[in-house]
């Protein structure tokens, strides 16, 4: 049996098929229906969170981000995040500025932020890397100071709390994924987070082409739209989150009794965080190691991921200067397997392999 690095939850064909009915019933696929609303309303119920705004990607919600807020200026962002997100930067024709990582969260190293601001910065935009909170007390004392707007590229945060309340419900905007492989999913999607309410009004208009009513619109905007069959998924899988969760922990526990950490370390999850489990990242002490290890599990069947790797400082296309801490971290970071099936026979052989290593 082949072990990857996670496993999509697929709900019951009954399940997803009882929903499929309703959007037969209806006659409707697209273009805000019946389910898309209903899952909008279900998912901040179920995370006691700011509005939200159901999208087709987890990409589209920060382009759009940045496109109300980037204001074509310089973004201080992280190097160490998957490319989507120093990606929409680009995209939308703003300028990405590198800031180094904290050695231990792996988030954006907020002592570092103000050196990087100048008079062309209009947005940070920092990565709950792995579910775990960046530094937003710091993060928000200095966009107040600096007059600046602050994106969180939150696609790793399903169901994280932080201080006693939804991780999206910090900065200007928090953006999600849903696609396929996270704890939460419509198959392909994310969505938007926000408390403001005009800004909640742009990016509502902004991912409908700009409408403001079938014969107005309000202003510019693109096709941001989820559809039926997505929110079908969603409403399948959202009633499975607890058992998806304890699945996920048990595995956590799993690792955390059994890896010997004399040879490796381990994620530090920030204080005053319920976290979600959505990855186990192990850091070794070369990048040596680390492939000798991979080498290891791939002939054991077992394919963990080098996530997130290289440091996006040092992607040709985005070529900037040395992030040493980010750089450091992401040539010996691998993601083992972590899903709501992996059990304790398949853990035992994944463990035996990092702990006999020489």
Sequence with gaps: ???????????????????????????????RGELVVELEGKIKSYLNSDDLIIM???????????????????????????VATTSAIIWENCTPVFVDIHPEYLTIDETKIEAAITDKTTCILATHVFGNPCNVEVIEQIAKKYNLYVIYDAAHCFGVEYLGKSIFNYGDISTCSFHATKLFHTGEGGALFTSNNELFHKAFYSHNFGHNGPLDFYGLGINGKISELQAAMGLCVLPHMAEILDARKAVVDFYDQHLNFNKIKKLQIRTGTKWNYS????????????????????????????????????????????????????????????????????????????????
Aim: charged share 15%.
């Design 1 to 31: 049996m082949k072990i990857n690095v996670t496993k999509t939850f697929f709900p019951s064909l009954e399940e997803y098929n009882t929903q499929l009915k309703r959007i037969w019933a209806n006659e409707w696929l697209t273009n």
């Design 56 to 82: 087709n990607n987890g990409t589209i919600p920060l382009q759009i981000a940045l496109k109300l807020l980037g204001n074509g200026g310089e973004v201080i962002t992280t190097p160490f995040s998957y």
């Design 279 to 358: 990855y186990y990242p192990i850091l070794f002490d070369s990048e040596k190691q680390l492939l000798a290890c991979l080498e290891k599990l791939n002939l054991n069947n077992i394919y963990p991921r080098r996530y997130f790797y290289p440091s996006l400082n040092r992607i040709n296309s985005l070529y900037s200067s040395v992030m040493d801490v980010s750089e450091s971290n992401a040539a010996r970071i691998l993601c083992l397997p972590l899903s709501h099936i992996v059990n304790n026979v398949l853990l035992q052989r994944i463990v035996e392999c990092i702990n006999n290593l020489n």
